[in-house]
C-alpha cells in the first residue's frame, strides 16, 4: 500500500513563500504520477498541479501559473510544491496524491491521497 505523507504547511504572510513536501513510503514513486490538490472552507477540491512519473512533464491551474512550481525526486520518493507571491486566496488544505498512469488535474483518477497539510495566507 502507497502511503503518502505531507509536511510544510503553516502560516504566511501574504507575498511570502511556503516549500510543501509529500513523502511516499510503501512503494517505489517511480511508475506513478503524481498531484497537488486543495480545498478551501465551503468549497469544493481544486487541482493545483501535477506532474508525470519522470518529472518531465507538468500542469498548473491558471491560478498558481508563474507562482508555483512542482517537482518530485524518485531518489528520495518526494515530491514537492514551492508556492512564492502566495495570496490569501491560497489558504487551504493542499494534499498531494499519486496514480498509477498518466498525469491529470482530475482528482478523482488518483488511487492514493495524503492527509492534508494546512497553508493559511493571513497578516
Known amino acids: 500500500q502507497l502511503q503518502l505523507v505531507e509536511s510544510g504547511g503553516g502560516l504566511v504572510q501574504p507575498g511570502g513563500s511556503l516549500r510543501l513536501s509529500c513523502a511516499a513510503s510503501g512503494f517505489p514513486l517511480d511508475d506513478y504520477a503524481m498531484g497537488w490538490f486543495r480545498q478551501a472552507p465551503g468549497k469544493e477540491r481544486e487541482g493545483v498541479s501535477c506532474i508525470d512519473h519522470r518529472g518531465g512533464s507538468t500542469e498548473y491551474a491558471e491560478s498558481v501559473k508563474g507562482r508555483f512550481t512542482i517537482s518530485r525526486d524518485n531518489a528520495k520518493n518526494t515530491e514537492y510544491l514551492q508556492m512564492n507571491s502566495l495570496k490569501p486566496e491560497d489558504t487551504a488544505v493542499y494534499y498531494c496524491?499519486?496514480?498509477?498512469?498518466?498525469?491529470?488535474?482530475?482528482?478523482?483518477?488518483?488511487?492514493?491521497w495524503g492527509q492534508g497539510t494546512q497553508v493559511t495566507v493571513s497578516s
Open positions: 496524491a499519486a496514480v498509477w498512469g498518466m498525469a491529470t488535474m482530475k482528482s478523482n483518477i488518483y488511487d492514493y
